[in-house]
């Protein structure tokens, strides 16, 4: 839990109650947190869903990848157990804010360690907020058969200290809403799946 330093601080309540904005966009904030070893499919999974969400439903919804959040917002963390926490401390609080102005918001994070994506959670369910935990599915061997970018490739070289699955841990999810193994779904199928619960919790609403 990061430490409040800033004082003097008031927060300022706004003139629009998120069901204004849930009802403007026809849909329920929400955080669907993609969570697996890097090459297990995250990434490609969640940019189909938000695809099929904005193109062929009609919902605004965005991707918060991890790759691309380091480009900016994260650019001064590396790959440290510290870093790590705090790099998704900071994308669990953009999360619930995207969530909050009625976006459907996934995440794309190998993010490694339960405490992080219990404390996740736990920002979203304080907020009122519907978070869903996607574990997304693939063994070490099946991934690094993928390695579309070779980094398991260099991590057995020795040339990336602290790769998830290889020098770093990974503990998956005990209790996530959605399991999607990717050895047996296609991405199209695994998208289908999670847009399919998406509408079995009421969270999207018919134009």
Not at 4 to 22: D, L, P, Y
Not at 156 to 172: C, D, K, L, N, Q
Not at 189 to 195: E, F, K, P, R, Y
Request: aromatic share 8%; charged share 25%.
């Amino acid at each position: 839990m990061a430490k409040q330093i800033a004082t003097n601080i008031t927060w300022h309540a706004g003139h629009v109650e998120r069901e204004q904005r849930n009802e403007l966009l026809k849909q329920r904030g929400a955080t669907i947190w993609f969570t697996g070893l890097s090459a297990c499919g995250k990434s490609t999974i969640a940019f189909t869903l938000e695809h099929a969400l904005v193109e062929q439903r009609g919902h605004l919804s965005y991707v918060l990848d991890g790759d691309n959040i380091r480009h900016g917002l994260n650019k001064n963390l590396g790959f440290s157990p510290e870093d790590r926490n705090e790099n998704i401390r900071r994308i669990g609080e953009v999360a619930k804010l995207f969530a909050d102005a009625g976006v459907l918001t996934c995440t794309s994070f190998i993010s490694p360690y339960r405490v992080d994506r219990d404390q996740a959670r736990k920002i979203h369910e304080e907020a009122g907020l519907p978070f869903i935990e996607v574990f997304v599915k693939a063994s070490v061997e099946t991934c690094e058969q993928r390695d579309p970018k070779g980094l398991y490739k260099k991590a057995r070289a020795g040339e990336i200290p602290e790769f998830t699955g290889v020098s770093a841990p990974y503990e998956e999810p005990l209790n996530a809403e959605i399991v999607l193994e990717t050895e047996e779904l296609s991405v199209e199928q695994s998208a289908q799946v999670v847009l399919n619960y998406l509408v079995e919790q009421g969270l999207l609403r018919e134009a």
